[in-house]
């Protein structure tokens, strides 16, 4: 049994992490995002054995963006195993997130799924299944938060869709070279629908609950991934989930994890919890700034470091 007081924790930390506010920028590219409060925290710890914690706006949804990424992989694991690696690396890229400085160079192929020409490959793929992939997607996310009110936001969706010039190039790029079998407007559509999902920490907590449980979530009481799977998917987030500053993420926090410029961060603790962590100011890499020092104050004092 866990005899932690998470929920003292929690309230520390969110009052640990006030010096921290106004050090970064919320995401002003999609312009639909530059409304969001700066001041925004919240945060959800959901630990295996069932039990849940949170403080703050936890319960508040936000755009949950590259998050998105993560799920998506997923889905097209579960759908598509191994061949998945077909279409993307499995690599760090050191680059922006929105680079395509490697994609020429590497034939089309990107470094992994997380940067954003490796997450419109893996979402090609995953569009080449019947049926829409939309509602599988949206339905996917729902069934993992187990809350039906988990949908996309039309506003943000569009914001980013008349603002998304360098994906549709990364998408030209990577069709030119094959790797794309979508019509491209369609590809984009579906891609900045599913960036533009919107979710609270509490539900992208319980979300990531799987991951840290092998892939079988007695709360969903479903298998989601195989236990290889999901130690794949963990290896992924923890090389390439937060960009360009993997390296300071695993320095300073030490666990798998995955951003979004909404400003959300799910971070998953083999064999004991997720969290989810939201603050829309973000460092120069796109990665929360509150958010990343949450979780270091979070793995440091429970010691759950993987490192
Ligand atoms: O494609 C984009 O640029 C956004 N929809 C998602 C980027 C993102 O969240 C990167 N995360 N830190």
């Given at each position: ?25 919320v995401a002003n590219y999609i312009?639909?995002l ?227 410029v909404g ?19 973000l460092?120069?890499?796109g ?21």
């Open positions: 049994m866990d005899v932690l007081d998470y929920q003292a924790l929690l309230d520390y930390i969110a009052e640990g992490v006030q010096p921290h506010f106004g050090k970064g920028k312009p639909a530059t409304g969001v409060p700066a001041t925004k925290f919240g945060m959800a710890v959901q630990l295996a054995s069932g039990e849940s914690f949170s403080v703050g706006d936890a319960e508040e949804a936000f755009s949950v963006q590259s998050i998105s990424k993560l799920f998506v992989l997923e889905l097209a694991m579960s759908h598509f195993g191994d061949m998945v690696w077909t279409r993307v690396g499995k690599e760090p890229s050191g680059d922006r997130f929105n680079s395509m400085i490697k994609l020429e160079m590497e034939h089309g192929v990107p470094r992994n799924p997380f940067i954003n020409p490796g997450a419109l490959a893996t979402l090609d793929l995953l569009m080449g299944l019947k049926g829409d992939t939309k509602h599988r997607i949206r339905n996917f996310l729902r069934f993992l938060a187990m809350n039906d009110a988990v949908d996309a936001d039309e506003a943000v969706m569009q914001s980013e869709l008349t603002h998304s010039n360098l994906n549709r190039a990364m998408a030209h790029l990577m069709k030119s070279y094959k790797n794309i079998d979508q019509d491209v407007d369609t590809l984009l559509e579906t891609y900045c629908f599913q960036c533009s999902m919107t979710m609270t920490c509490k539900d992208l907590a319980l979300a990531g609950l799987p991951l840290a449980t092998g892939g079988y979530s007695a709360l969903h009481d479903a298998t989601i991934l195989s236990v290889a799977q999901a130690k794949r998917i963990n290896a992924v987030m923890l090389t390439c989930g937060m960009y360009d500053s993997v390296g300071s993420f695993a320095y300073r926090v030490g666990v798998p994890a995955k951003s979004g400003g959300g961060i799910l971070a998953v603790i083999p064999g004991k919890m997720s969290v989810a962590v939201w603050s829309p100011e460092d120069q890499f990665n929360s700034y509150v958010g990343t020092a949450a979780l270091e104050m979070f793995t440091s004092m429970t010691h759950t470091s993987i490192f």
